[in-house]
């Protein structure tokens, strides 16, 4: 079996390396969620005895499926017909889980979760650090964090599209919409570590205990706010009423400064939009009350299927191997409104 790792794919891709990502999922499975700039050639196709295969022979091509076993079969298949060919090991599940860090400012890290979209914040102040909305594989903040102890993990919300995750030792502060053992956090609090202080503010509408947190010149903005649009309120709750809060929430962050950076908890990986400022978005969002909650409803997104089993384990109701964590958290993210 000839195979090709996420992180040298990764690497690949970044260094801008000619080659053909060929998804052979079935189209519906490719429209859901793939790898950016890859092409959709379904592996039923390939095995049809009439089927022209027409790919560029110069180029290495990688064949990806969800878990690496279709994949396979197609790397065979084109191998045969003498294409330079490796199959993605681990799949599109094995993708989730390729990272990008970058320093937004010092003591400020933003963790990208390339193949989700979703985005988490190690801080760190005098060797002590704090995580704001923790993604399940945890060690990649350990090897982040160098010489600094994680002190504490924070939610801004009750997560229902990806996996939450919990580092040992540390303190874990949520709202109190979330179940299980933790401290509560409420409007006004302050989360002290090194020298630095988090401060949570209510925000509710992505969920009703929804918060974000201001600290120095940052605002993180959880799924209330996006670096190009808003969250939507999640599926339990009726949507105008919780447009009108949301709109509510919105127009109480309107009046801290234009300046704040707003760091978001996803981004959309098809436009990698990944910061923006408070006045940006403001801007985008003129209208009415009523006109919002009309755009909302326009807008409003379906949740997915694995809505309830993300939440009931984030509530600490399921308890799951890290291979079944990785399957349920697998795909890409569906809070923005558009």
Known sequence: ??????????????????????????????????????????????????????????????????????SETARRILAEHGYNVRSLDGGMVEWNSVYDFSEIQEGVVQIRRVGKGCLSYLLISNNEAVIIDPIADTEIYQEAVKDAKIVAVIDTHLHTDHVSGRVPDAKYFAPAEVAGEHEIIKDGDII?????????????????????????????????????SVGQPDIDQPLRDAAATFFDTLQKLFRLHDEMIVLPGHYDIRTKLLVTTLGEIKQMFTMSKDEFIMWMAKRRIPEPDNFETIKSFNNSVLVMSRKEIRELDAGTNTSVVK
């Open 1 to 70: 079996m000839k195979t090709i790792s996420t992180k040298e794919l990764k690497q690949k891709i970044d260094s801008g390396e000619q080659l053909v990502i060929l998804d052979v999922r079935e189209p519906h499975e490719y429209m859901n969620w793939h790898i950016d700039g890859s092409i959709n050639l379904p592996v039923s196709n390939l095995m049809h005895r009439g089927f022209r295969i027409e790919l560029p022979k110069d180029h290495e091509i990688v064949t990806v499926c969800a878990h690496g076993y279709r």
């Open 192 to 228: 002290k570590f090194g020298t630095a202080r988090l401060m949570a503010i209510a925000a509710p509408g992505h969920t009703l205990g929804s918060m974000v947190y201001s600290f120095e010149n940052i605002l993180f903005t959880g799924d209330t706010i996006f670096a190009d």
